[in-house]
C-alpha cells in the first residue's frame, strides 16, 4: 500500500484497498492527454495492489453520443487500460444522485433557490459594472421553508463554507489553500430535477469506493466545490492527483496545430504501437532515472505520485516515433506482417511479409514505413520505377544488369550468403566498386534507390522474381565492361 507520506490519509493505511477512477466524457474520441490520465489511475492502481474503474460521465445527453463511447473503450482496450469491473454510465446513476441532493437539504447543507434567471443575470451585470467579482448572495441560503413560493421554479445550492479557508494537501501539486470566501453557492440539481457535474462526480466516486482521484490539474478549483459536498454528506475524502495538462512542443496548450489529439490516429493514421504510447505517454510528466524504455511490468513495479512534475510536459511526436522505432524492432515478426498487411494494397501474403520483417523493422520508425518498405515483395511487373531509381538505370547500368543476370542464373545457392559472395566477385572481376552493381540492382529489383540490403531482397524475392525483375531492366550492353 502507499506510504502515510504519500497520502496522508487512511485511505492507504494498509486496511482501505487503493480504488481509482478513469471517468472521460464521451464526446468524442479518447484524447491523448485522457489517455495518460487512464494510464496512471491504472498503474497506481496496479502498484498498490487496489483496483481500477472506469466510469463514463454521460449527462451531457445533447453532447454525450455512442460512437464517442465505443471510440473510448475502443482506445482503452487497444491500450490495455480498461477497467477492473464493468463500466459505471453515471447518467443512469441520476435517481441516486437525486437522492443524495435531498440528504443535503434535509441536513441544512443544502437549500431551494428560487432566484430567477433573470435575476442572476441582473446581478451579474451590475457585479461588471462594478469591476468586482460575481458571487452568488441568494437571499434563499437561510429563508425559512414558509416563504417557499408555492409551484415555482427552484434549484437547489450548496451551502459553501463562508468563513476561513479550505485546504487540500495535493498529490502533485502540494498544500493548496482557497479561502472559503471565494467559493461559490453552486448548483447541485438543476430545476428540471437532474444533477450538475459537481454532484454527480461526488456521488459516483463515494458510491465506487475511489479513495485517490488522479486527474488533470484543470480540475483542481473543482475539488475545492466538491469537499462541500463530501464535508456535507460527512463521506471519507479522497487522496487528490491534479497532474500537469500536456503542452505542445511550443509549450502551449495542446491542439489539434500540434497533430493528432486522439489515440486512434496514433494507432490507426501513423502506424504506433500501443505499447510505444503506453511508454512515451508513462514518461510525459513521470520518469524513473535515466531509464527510457520502460516496460509494463517495471512500470507497475516503479510507478508512484511522488515523482510527478508539477510543470506541463511537453508532447514531441519525434520522441514518440523513436520509441515506436524502439518497439519495432522488440515486436514479433509473424504479429508485425498482420498490422502491416491492411496498410498494403492488393493480396499480400503474410508468411513472406513475416519472413521479411528482420530486415524491414531495421529503420522503420512506424508500420507506414513498415509497409512502404515491404510493397516491393508484392509488386506486379512491370514494376514501377521511382523517378530517382530510374535516373540509375543507364545504358550502361543496363548493360551491367544482362551481365549480372546471366552470372546470377549459374548460382545453385540463393541464399544471402552465396549472393553476396558471387556478386562481390563480379564487382572485383569488373574492377568496379560494389555500389556500381547494387544500386542499378535495387531499382531494378524495388524500383526504389532504399531497400532493405540488396543480397536480402534476392531471396526474399527468390529466383525466379528477381531474375525477371533484373532481365525487364538490362539490355545487352553495347560496349560493357571487359
Known amino acids: 500500500m502507499a506510504s502515510g507520506s504519500e497520502s496522508g490519509t487512511a485511505a492507504t493505511d494498509g486496511r482501505t484497498p487503493v480504488v481509482t477512477r478513469f471517468a472521460p466524457s464521451p464526446t468524442g474520441y479518447l484524447h491523448i492527454g485522457g489517455a495518460r490520465t ?3 489511475n491504472w498503474l497506481y492502481a496496479r502498484h498498490h495492489g487496489g483496483k481500477y474503474l472506469v466510469r463514463i460521465e454521460d449527462t451531457d445527453r445533447a453532447r454525450s453520443t455512442e460512437p464517442a463511447i465505443d471510440a473510448i473503450f475502443d482506445g482503452l482496450g487497444w491500450l490495455d487500460l480498461l477497467g477492473d469491473a464493468e463500466p459505471v454510465f453515471q447518467f443512469a446513476r441520476t435517481p441516486r444522485h437525486a437522492e443524495v441532493a435531498a440528504a443535503l437539504l434535509e441536513a441544512g447543507h443544502a437549500y431551494r433557490c428560487y432566484l430567477t434567471p433573470e435575476e442572476l443575470t441582473a446581478r451579474r451585470e451590475q457585479a461588471q459594472a462594478e469591476r468586482r467579482p460575481f458571487r452568488i448572495e441568494s437571499e434563499w441560503r437561510d429563508a425559512d421553508a414558509s416563504t417557499w413560493p408555492e409551484g415555482a421554479p427552484y434549484v437547489v445550492r450548496i451551502k459553501a463554507p463562508r468563513d476561513g479557508e479550505t485546504v487540500i494537501e495535493d498529490q ?14 453552486f448548483v447541485i440539481l438543476r430545476s428540471d430535477g437532474t444533477p450538475t457535474y459537481m454532484l454527480a462526480v461526488v456521488v459516483d466516486d463515494h458510491d465506487m469506493g475511489v479513495t485517490h482521484v488522479i486527474r488533470g490539474d484543470d480540475h483542481l478549483n473543482n475539488a475545492f466545490r466538491q469537499l462541500c459536498i ?13 497532474v500537469p495538462l500536456i503542452h505542445g512542443s511550443d509549450g502551449a496548450k495542446l491542439s489539434k496545430r500540434h497533430g493528432a ?4 490516429a496514433y494507432r490507426d493514421e501513423m502506424g504506433v504501437l500501443p505499447e510505444a504510447l503506453f511508454n512515451y505517454l508513462l514518461r510525459l510528466g513521470w520518469g524513473h532515472g535515466d531509464d527510457e524504455f520502460i516496460s509494463r511490468e517495471q512500470a507497475v513495479e ?15 511526436l519525434a520522441k514518440l516515433l523513436n520509441l515506436n522505432g524502439h518497439y519495432l524492432r522488440e515486436a514479433d515478426d509473424t504479429r508485425l506482417a498482420a498490422l502491416v498487411a491492411p496498410r498494403m494494397a492488393g493480396d499480400v501474403d503474410q508468411a513472406l511479409l513475416a519472413q521479411a520483417m528482420p530486415v ?3 529503420r522503420a520508425k512506424d508500420l507506414n514505413e513498415l509497409a512502404a518498405g515491404a510493397a516491393f ?4 511487373r512491370p514494376l514501377a520505377i521511382e ?3 530510374a535516373a540509375l538505370l543507364t545504358d550502361d547500368a543496363r548493360g551491367l544488369l544482362a551481365r549480372i543476370a546471366d552470372a546470377l542464373r549459374d548460382c545453385a545457392d540463393w541464399t544471402t550468403e552465396a549472393l553476396e559472395v558471387r556478386v562481390k566477385a563480379l564487382a572485383e572481376e569488373w574492377g568496379l566498386g560494389l555500389g556500381k552493381l547494387a544500386q542499378p540492382l535495387r531499382a531494378a529489383l524495388t524500383g526504389q534507390t532504399t531497400s532493405p540490403g540488396i543480397f536480402d531482397v534476392l531471396v526474399l524475392l527468390g529466383r525466379e522474381e528477381s531474375l525477371a525483375r533484373i532481365d525487364a531492366q538490362a539490355v545487352p550492353a553495347a560496349s560493357g565492361v571487359n
Open 38 to 40: 487512464a494510464l496512471f
Open 172 to 185: 502533485v501539486q502540494g498544500t493548496v489553500r482557497v479561502a472559503n470566501a471565494e467559493i461559490d453557492d
Open 230 to 242: 463530501i464535508r456535507g454528506m460527512g463521506w471519507p475524502e479522497p487522496v487528490y492527483a491534479h
Open 261 to 264: 489529439l486522439g489515440v486512434d
Open 302 to 316: 516503479w510507478f508512484d505520485i511522488a515523482h510527478v512534475g508539477k510543470s506541463p510536459s511537453r508532447f514531441d
Open 360 to 362: 524491414l523493422k531495421v
Open 377 to 380: 515483395l508484392f509488386a506486379q
Open 387 to 389: 523517378e530517382k531509381a
